[in-house]
């Protein structure tokens, strides 16, 4: 497998002797073991790993919504919530209201959020209406546009491109390319196409700990291997 040391890189993320792991009828198990990497920015990085090779723990610690129980995650700029995450949004609060809420969090304009979200969720009049009424899928695309639509040097994306139909699906993705010309992002998907035609480098999580890979289809040759390997 070809792998390369990036220290020398500009860094945007840092791990340090990060473990992370759970407790499982009394068992303690860990999903991240003693992993310290340097991610340089302005890359969009493709994230691997076979189910339950703990990649959503792993976007988790980086957005800081769970701690790692030993270790640091140092990060050399501004990171998004999880793309497409919508479970911190109220439920009796409507969309518009939910996302005017962020704006304020997170010092952008109010009124040009909600207005961007408007625009690119595509949920029409529910857009007023309280999320508990929501879809899935219509949580998932105002989360997406909310993400989208706020400044990150660093997007977390977690399979949220697979939203809507094709023609959304197309608007997203385009809208994400976007994003990537200023920004850095990491993302996880099961398609391994849209892998090809998002990201230029990868990582691959296995067994705790994780390669980077210069190139794209390098990282997904190793995760097919891995993967053949049982």
């Given at each position: 497998?070809?792998?390369?040391?990036?220290r020398?890189?500009?860094?945007?993320?840092?791990?340090?002797?990060?473990?992370?792991?759970?407790?499982?009828?009394?068992?303690?198990?860990?999903?991240?073991?003693?992993?310290?990497?340097?991610?340089?920015?302005?890359?969009?990085?493709?994230?691997?790993?076979?189910?339950?090779?703990?990649?959503?723990?792993?976007?988790?610690?980086?957005?800081?919504?769970?701690?790692?129980?030993?270790?640091?995650?140092?990060?050399?700029?501004?990171?998004?919530?999880?793309?497409?995450?919508?479970?911190?949004?109220?439920?009796?609060?409507?969309?518009?209201?939910?996302?005017?809420?962020?704006?304020?969090?997170?010092?952008?304009d109010?009124?040009?959020?909600?207005?961007?979200?408007?625009d690119?969720?595509?949920?029409?009049?529910?857009?007023?209406?309280?999320m508990?009424?929501?879809?899935?899928?219509?949580?998932?695309?105002?989360?997406?546009?909310a993400?989208?639509?706020?400044?990150?040097?660093?997007y977390?994306?977690?399979?949220?491109?697979?939203?809507?139909?094709?023609?959304?699906?197309?608007?997203?993705?385009?809208?994400?390319?976007?994003?990537?010309?200023a920004?850095?992002?990491i993302?996880?998907?099961?398609?391994l196409?849209?892998?090809?035609?998002?990201c230029?480098?990868?990582?691959?999580?296995?067994?705790?700990?994780?390669?980077?890979?210069?190139?794209?289809?390098?990282?997904i040759?190793?995760?097919?291997?891995?993967?053949?390997?049982?």
């Amino acid at each position: 497998m070809h792998a390369r040391d990036i220290r020398a890189e500009p860094p945007i993320l840092e791990f340090q002797d990060v473990v992370k792991g759970y407790w499982l009828h009394g068992v303690w198990r860990p999903v991240i073991r003693g992993l310290s990497m340097t991610l340089p920015r302005g890359q969009a990085l493709g994230l691997l790993g076979s189910n339950g090779a703990g990649k959503t723990t792993l976007l988790d610690l980086v957005a800081g919504r769970q701690r790692p129980d030993a270790g640091r995650v140092l990060r050399h700029g501004s990171v998004s919530f999880p793309v497409g995450f919508a479970a911190g949004f109220h439920r009796d609060l409507s969309g518009a209201q939910n996302i005017r809420f962020l704006a304020r969090v997170y010092g952008a304009d109010p009124q040009a959020l909600v207005d961007f979200v408007a625009d690119f969720a595509e949920i029409g009049t529910l857009y007023h209406a309280p999320m508990r009424t929501y879809s899935a899928g219509m949580r998932a695309r105002l989360g997406f546009g909310a993400s989208m639509g706020l400044p990150f040097d660093l997007y977390l994306v977690d399979e949220a491109t697979a939203v809507g139909d094709g023609a959304f699906r197309r608007k997203s993705k385009a809208l994400f390319r976007a994003r990537m010309r200023a920004a850095s992002g990491i993302m996880v998907s099961h398609n391994l196409r849209e892998l090809r035609k998002f990201c230029d480098a990868g990582l691959v999580l296995h067994h705790g700990q994780m390669q980077y890979f210069d190139r794209i289809g390098d990282a997904i040759a190793a995760h097919e291997s891995l993967c053949g390997q049982g």
